[in-house]
């Protein structure tokens, strides 16, 4: 039997907006495996929800659906699209046409979205606001020189995308050789600069809050635990593209998550203050966020990045912390839709 929709959530109408990808126009040919589990997410949160009460429609955003987006009749989206059908770069272009219908969705504003999604813009604002990020520099072309102050290892990425795409084995690099083989292949593969940032060879933590304005509440924080193939192999300890998404790698199978992560009281405390100042300093009350972090052995705090309508679906960090503040998933959804309709009549 279904429930009813929650009480305290005066809507009945539901559409789960998402996109599927069938062709890339840069990338790896496997870069397609995340879009593709995005349509997973979206069909089981349509399903959660219709069991929940609501009642639910899924609508896929591409080239020629994204105009009758006005048209559809409802009382709330749930955005899950990460663009437009398979044009790169158009997450955004959704969530501007969401702010015309004048109909409460789930995410992050166009302009934030435009903001974190460049990792290196990311960083400028959390230098800006002395929140602490590793060095970097930004490479156009294989060819630049190394700037003072940045030592080997390095990291080597794709300033704009997400889903750890162009992060592989090889993206940790150790001398100059190897640094400008793989800024060569990012620029040539992804159509864009590379970024290169000192990195930190520890924990990997991810903080999720929850809310708007002073109500934004940080969940206990998740952390990746990287296994016995990481030591006995001496492998870079990173969330690469096989860890994430090649369900037959060991990598996969070797960085699992857990939460609440062992931290001690005061490292808590001090991780909480500044994902609290990103969150309203930088995103701009965006209903949910996560934040991905390194702890390095002397505890220093590393913010990476900040992920704005991030991974929700069932098992994966930000449900992990939520499950481990308390709530199930419906719960965890019903909290989104309802932090996100009192955004939108705020």
């Known amino acids: 039997m279904r429930k009813k929709p929650p009480g305290d959530l005066s809507i009945k109408n539901i559409t789960v907006l998402f996109n599927h990808v069938t062709s890339l126009t840069f990338g790896t040919k496997q870069d397609i495996l995340a879009d593709e589990d995005t349509v997973l997410t ?24 994204v105009q009758k987006l006005p048209t559809i009749k409802t009382d709330f989206f749930f955005n899950l699209c990460g ?34 999604t460049n990792k290196v813009i990311t960083k400028k604002y959390f230098n800006k606001y002395n929140i602490p ?27 704009a995308e997400d889903c750890s795409f162009g992060i592989h084995s090889d993206s940790v690099v ?13 620029i040539r593969t992804y159509k864009e600069p590379a970024l290169v940032e000192d990195y930190i060879n520890t ?6 809050i929850v809310g708007n304005g002073e109500q934004a509440k940080v969940l206990p924080i998740s952390e990746i635990v990287f296994g016995k193939s990481y030591n006995q192999k001496k492998k870079w300890k990173i969330v690469d593209f096989a860890a994430k998404w090649l369900e037959d790698s060991v990598s996969y199978h070797d960085t699992v998550g857990i939460c609440p992560s062992d931290l001690s009281a005061s490292i808590k405390d001090r991780i909480e203050k500044y994902a609290l100042k990103a969150y309203k300093k930088i995103c701009g009350n965006p209903g949910y966020a996560r934040f991905d972090i390194r702890l390095a052995e002397d505890n220093k705090i590393y913010f990476l990045e900040i992920n704005l309508n991030p991974d929700i679906s069932d098992g994966m960090g930000a449900a992990r912390s939520a499950k481990a503040y308390g709530w199930n998933y419906p ?3 019903h909290k989104i839709i309802e932090v996100s309709i009192n955004r939108h009549s705020s």
């Open 331 to 333: 719960d965890f959804l």
């Open 174 to 186: 150790i001398n100059s050789k190897q640094l400008r083989k793989k800024v060569e292949d990012v």
């Open 203 to 208: 924990r990997e933590l991810n903080v999720t």
């Open 133 to 159: 990020t590793p060095s970097y520099q930004v490479f156009k072309s294989k060819d630049e020189k190394l700037k003072d102050g940045l030592t080997f290892p390095l990291i080597v990425k794709p300033i």
């Open 83 to 116: 663009g437009i059908g398979n044009l790169p770069n158009s997450e955004h272009e959704v969530v501007d046409i969401l702010d015309r219908i004048n109909i409460p969705y789930s995410g992050a504003s166009s302009d934030k979205l435009l903001l974190t």
């Open 42 to 65: 979206a069909k089981k949160i349509a399903s959660v929800l219709k069991h929940s009460g609501f009642k639910v429609s899924l609508f896929e955003v591409n080239e020629k659906t």
